[in-house]
């Protein structure tokens, strides 16, 4: 009979923590962090090591300075990389403090009953290892290598992947597509036939005209963007912001377009209706590289700014005359893609209306607007060809979500709960890299699957939220620890950047490139993992392009030349876009085949019911989701988010900046924590807003502990893009309950 598989909080551990304190003082790993020493300790390093950050995904390039006594004393940026040049954000800074937070995961743990009750007991690596390859294999037998599938997020996932691919399986996700990007990615390539990526190849520095639609550049601190931002606004270019919040780069925009939440698609076919009606798009590119103008023309012709006015609350001069900014300014114009865009279940057809625009204005292809991307290309260190796998992410989808082009992680959780009569049934997960339950917005569903699982396996640094569901826990050493792939980001130019172990590995913890091993040798793959050092891949990769491992050890990245001249179309020149036609589609008969909306629509969505405010959120410039809000270095900067709330909503509730209340949803969930009040004129009436990733309930993260609500709780309203998956966020409503929840934060601190 299975045993129910109970949330366990890792504080529950007895002898584990009684260990690991004394192994933390033979190491000596009491020392101070790097935000004190930077005050008290004099001590100079003498040693530098390259390294690129893993506190985002930007991958910033960066060395770390180590000091005679081994202890890393800072993080710089690496002048030659063209992703940060040379300056590291704030988080990228404060990455020292994962190395030397005392809450870290510090041994491989297991899940086990003591006293009717589970908790989790101490565990070696080699008795780990092999309690995972016995059940891997025990599960491979009876339903398939396919029936193990990775969620991950970073480094960590390609090792992973290549262990899961060695052994047969590519059920293998990650929350970056389905909760973040992938509208984006699936309403880019149904117009240009090309997805957006990661880094975007968004042209700021040159150009003349940014819109952003709910993409806050300066909160959300992508490094060399936001440094090309800042120098885009120093050069005079038009920067148009749309956003129910003033957020930082509203402040700095010529227009702030405080649009009412869940009617951008309006405002964006006005957009098109005045640039079609006033014959100001760019006639001789969508004349040479595009299809559907006539069909988009009949389409628009009756979204007036008038009539999106009335839905926006957007005036209608101001409508057009930004539109007409946008025309002035083509094709060195650039209407942002934004980045995390699940908001309302139709963002696919949101960003492709973004995509339509681009193609209106010509900026796909051109100076100041999106230029073409260059990769260094790194081949995979030798080994066997993979198993082919009998099933993989597309048959989980069972059909549904025809557009998604990458796997869709709710549909994993989906195939994980063994009621749900699943064709493709999934019976074990690794988890690297990812916290779950404050990624993705179904917790009641996955507290399903996690009963149903055969195997849950967790490999992160912290002791966050999700190992608390793991069968085992093993404990990854911090990017500043390892080795990990060659960088090799697709950008302007090509670069190979190197990260290398600035320091041994602390306690227990290990590499995630070793653990991958070691579980393959368990399993009989040796021939995938044919190197005793992870040195020894990198070195190889190196020499297949014609480097060596010493001139990146003195260099930390090297900048490659483009295989193709320019990162520009030529005007002169055809293009083959990879669609249907072979053009940038304005009409899809691929999506109308397949019975959606050919060119996008509004719809109205729910409004908010009386006394409730639409709940939107989004990033802090010294925080990255969950990760960060533990750190020493960060909490120290911010340590708890607060509720954005606009001033007649206060007073009508009784709110005062600087206290406390909790928020209640529209299916009476409430925050498990109380947050503070910020009174502001700076966000609209109708809505609330909060910063994503704090609010946790691990008391082992002593500093993340109770500080701020956490979003994701509140999520429980989440609408599924019918195209590709992408779980819509934003149709949640908060109410306040503000009685007791200063004096209870007042109690508790
Ligand atoms: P984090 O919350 O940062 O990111 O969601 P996640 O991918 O879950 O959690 C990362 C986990 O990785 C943490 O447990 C951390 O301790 C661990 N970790 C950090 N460094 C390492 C490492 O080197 N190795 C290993 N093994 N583990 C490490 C992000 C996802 O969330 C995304 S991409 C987006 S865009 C969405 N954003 C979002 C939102 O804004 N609001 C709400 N409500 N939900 C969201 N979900 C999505
Ligand atoms: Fe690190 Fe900041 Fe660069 Fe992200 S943008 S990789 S956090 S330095």
Redesign the pocket.
């Known amino acids: 009979m299975k045993t129910r598989r109970e949330f366990i909080k890792i504080s529950a551990l007895g002898i584990g923590a009684a260990a690991i304190a004394s192994q933390s003082n033979r190491w000596g790993f009491g020392l101070p962090l790097y935000a004190d020493e930077n005050k008290s300790n004099k001590s100079k390093a003498t040693k530098l090591t390259p390294t690129y950050c893993?506190?985002c995904?930007w991958k910033c390039a960066a060395w770390a300075h180590i000091n005679d006594n081994g202890k890393i004393l800072k993080l710089t940026g690496n002048a030659n990389d063209p992703q940060c040049n040379g300056r590291l954000c704030p988080r990228g800074t404060g990455g020292v403090g994962?190395v030397y937070d005392d809450d870290r995961l510090k041994t491989p743990l297991i899940r086990v009953v003591e006293n009717g009750k589970q908790t989790y007991r101490e565990a070696s690596w080699p008795e780990a290892l092999d309690y995972i390859a016995e059940k891997m294999k025990e599960i491979a037998a009876k339903n398939g290598p396919e029936s193990i599938a990775l969620f991950n997020?970073?480094?960590?996932g390609g090792h992973f992947t290549h262990l899961l691919k060695s052994f047969g399986s590519s059920t293998i996700t990650?929350?970056?597509f389905a909760?973040?990007?992938g509208p984006r990615e699936t309403g880019f390539e149904t117009t240009f036939g090309a997805q957006v990526g990661s880094p975007e190849p968004t042209d700021i520095r040159d150009t003349r005209c940014l819109v952003l639609i709910g993409s806050h550049i300066g909160e959300n601190m992508h490094n060399a963007q936001v440094q090309e931002f800042s120098d885009a606004v120093d050069k005079g270019a038009t920067i148009i912001t749309v956003d129910p919040r003033l957020s930082i780069a509203a402040n700095k925009s010529k227009y702030w377009l405080p649009i009412k939440p869940a009617t951008d698609i309006a405002l964006l076919l006005s957009w098109i209706h005045v640039l079609i009606d006033e014959e100001i798009y760019n006639k001789e590119y969508v004349a040479k590289h595009t299809m559907g103008l006539d069909q988009l023309k009949v389409h628009v012709s009756t979204f007036t700014p008038e009539w999106a006015y009335g839905i926006t609350n957007i005036k209608p001069s101001v409508i057009r005359q930004t539109a007409r900014e946008m025309a002035d300014a083509a094709p060195s114009v650039l209407i942002h893609p934004g980045?995390?865009v699940?908001w309302y279940g139709d963002d696919a057809q949101r960003s492709r209306a973004i995509a339509i625009l681009n193609g209106l204005l010509g900026s796909w292809g051109a100076r100041g607007g999106f230029f073409m991307k260059a990769s260094a290309g790194i081949p995979d260190f030798p080994h066997p060809e993979y198993p082919k796998p009998k099933w993989s992410w597309p048959e989980v989808l069972n059909g549904k979500y025809p557009f998604a082009s990458m796997s869709v992680s709710n549909t994993f959780i989906e195939a994980s709960i063994s009621s749900n009569d699943n064709k493709y049934p999934i019976k074990a997960w690794f988890v690297?890299?990812?916290?779950?339950p404050?990624?993705?917005?179904m917790m009641s569903q996955m507290q399903k699957a996690l009963q149903d699982l055969e195997l849950v396996v967790v490999?992160?640094?912290?002791p966050?939220?999700?190992?608390g569901f793991a069968d085992v826990v093993?404990p990854?050493?911090?990017?500043l620890e390892?080795h990990d792939d060659l960088r090799d980001v697709p950008h302007r130019v090509p670069t190979i950047a190197l990260r290398e172990p600035a320091i041994e590995p602390m306690w227990e913890s290990k590499p995630?490139w070793w653990i991958a091993k070691q579980i393959g040798e368990r399993l009989g793959l040796h021939d995938y993992f044919k190197y005793e050092d992870f040195e020894e891949v990198i070195s190889w990769q190196l020499q297949q392009k014609g480097l060596t491992l010493a001139e990146l050890k003195s260099k930390g990245i090297v900048v490659l030349p483009r295989h193709n001249e320019s990162p520009y179309l030529d005007p002169k020149e055809d293009y083959h876009f990879n669609t249907p036609s072979g053009k940038v589609e304005f009409y899809s008969s691929a999506l109308a085949s397949a019975g959606f909306d050919p060119i996008p629509v509004y719809t109205p969505h729910p409004e908010p019911e009386d006394g409730f405010y639409r709940l939107i959120?989004?990033?802090a410039p010294m925080h990255?989701?969950?990760?960060?809000?533990?750190n020493p270095n960060l909490t120290d900067l911010m340590d708890e988010n607060s509720v954005w709330v606009h001033p007649k909503v206060a007073s009508l509730w009784g709110l005062e900046e600087g206290k406390y209340t909790y928020l209640r949803n529209q299916d009476g969930i409430t925050s498990n924590f109380p947050i503070k009040v910020r009174v502001t004129e700076r966000i609209r009436w109708d809505s609330v807003y909060m910063v994503?990733?704090f609010g946790h309930n691990q008391k082992e993260l002593s500093r993340a502990f109770g500080k701020g609500a956490?979003?994701?709780q509140l999520?429980t309203n989440v609408m599924i893009d019918p195209m590709m998956g992408g779980?819509g966020?934003r149709g949640n409503f908060v109410t306040f309950t503000a009685t007791g929840a200063t004096e209870e934060k007042e109690a508790a601190l």
């Open positions: 893993e506190v995904f994962m997020h970073g480094s960590a990650a929350p970056s909760q973040c990007r980045r995390h699940t690297a890299g990812t916290n779950l404050v990624a993705i917005p490999v992160d640094t912290m966050t939220e999700v190992t093993l990854e050493c911090t990017y390892r995630a959120y989004g990033r990255t989701f969950s990760r960060t809000a533990n994503h990733g956490n979003d994701t999520i779980t966020m």
